[in-house]
């Protein structure tokens, strides 16, 4: 009986002391990922804020060298940026409201056992995820609809995602009992009825999940800008600063469109201030979204596990 006890504790001991040298490993690890994942974002960062000479010289690693705020100054100094910028915080606040109440309409209607069309509209929604129709056949399209030159198009274009219809559609099959749906029908509610005062309050956390992807989705989207708008005053953050960039480049002619050089020292300036820039507009772009997510990061874990999981 005495040995028995002994051969556990010993077996103990060596499993504790294996889950300490795994947790000891398993840390080491997860902090060397994290500071590879970290660390370009860090540099961009710094490299924003310091000199042009010194980025090219390749002093910039681990802190910013003569703080600068050259980039800053030529990307804000163009005209339309400010302008831009409210024009995509329009968009994407609009644009992510539209595509979660679209979302979580499909996917309730795709979510209810005794629906009878629902093999085929899953058919149709996964069909889409494949095949479209193409650039040239959608822009005719919309142009037919009144749709080209029109801010709507930003707000419109992309306004469900099929694999979002598919997490919201799990999510709300395996987290919201089908109990509840026959316990609001007996208190007389309806479809309707049971969607906005039972689904929408316990779908708090998917809505959090759909909402980051649907903004960093809209936020970023520059591409719609330049097919579709040709009105520069409708034109979102993400294409006039893809133009600002292109601008601060150096053309076949050896000018500068931004800063109009007109001599080979200004064009070498010119040249630093490009430099820094390209910086500075990832600072710009992205620093929205970071925020975003870091207000629902809470969210965001729970909602994804819990609807990629197959209902």
């Not at 294996?18 to 997860?30: H, L, P, R």
């Not at 804020?49 to 990307?75: C, F, M, Q």
């Not at 595509?99 to 085929?120: E, N």
């Not at 998917?206 to 936020?219: C, D, E, F, R, S």
Request: with cysteine; proline share 3%.
């Amino acid at each position: 009986m005495k040995d028995e006890k002994q051969i556990k504790a010993a077996h103990k001991q060596k499993l504790g002391l294996s889950n300490k040298i795994f947790y000891i490993f398993n840390t080491i690890f997860w902090i060397i990922v994290m500071i590879v994942i970290l660390y370009p974002l860090y540099l961009v960062l710094i490299a924003s804020i310091s000199n042009p000479d010194a980025i090219t010289r390749g002093e910039v690693i681990w802190h910013p060298v003569e703080v600068s705020l050259r980039g800053y100054k030529a990307i804000l100094g163009y005209s339309e940026l400010l302008r831009s910028y409210f024009n995509s915080i329009v968009y994407t606040l609009a644009g992510v409201i539209i595509s979660i109440v679209v979302t979580l309409s499909a996917a309730y209607t795709l979510s209810r056992p005794k629906f009878s069309g629902k093999t085929v509209f899953n058919m149709y929604f996964v069909f889409t995820m494949f095949f479209s129709g193409g650039l040239i056949p959608t822009f005719l399209v919309m142009k037919d609809i009144g749709l080209y030159n029109n801010p709507l198009i930003i707000v419109l274009m992309g306004s469900v995602t099929v694999w979002n219809l598919m997490v919201a559609r799990t999510y709300i099959q395996t987290s919201i009992p089908h109990e509840l749906y026959e316990a609001a029908m007996l208190d007389g509610a309806n479809h309707f009825d049971y969607f906005f005062r039972v689904v929408l309050p316990l779908s708090k956390t998917i809505v959090a999940v759909l909402a980051v992807y649907y903004g960093v989705a809209k936020w970023n989207d520059y591409f719609t800008g330049l097919v579709y708008i040709r009105e520069r005053s409708f034109l979102p953050l993400q294409t006039i600063l893809r133009e600002i960039l292109a601008t601060l480049q150096v053309d076949k002619s050896g000018d500068y469109i931004l800063s109009m050089a007109d001599s080979a020292q200004s064009m070498q300036e010119a040249l630093k201030t490009a430099n820094v820039a390209k910086y500075c507009i990832i600072v710009v772009s992205t620093g929205p979204v970071v925020v975003l997510y870091m207000f629902m990061q809470k969210y965001f874990e729970k909602g994804v596990m819990i609807g990629s999981l197959k209902g």
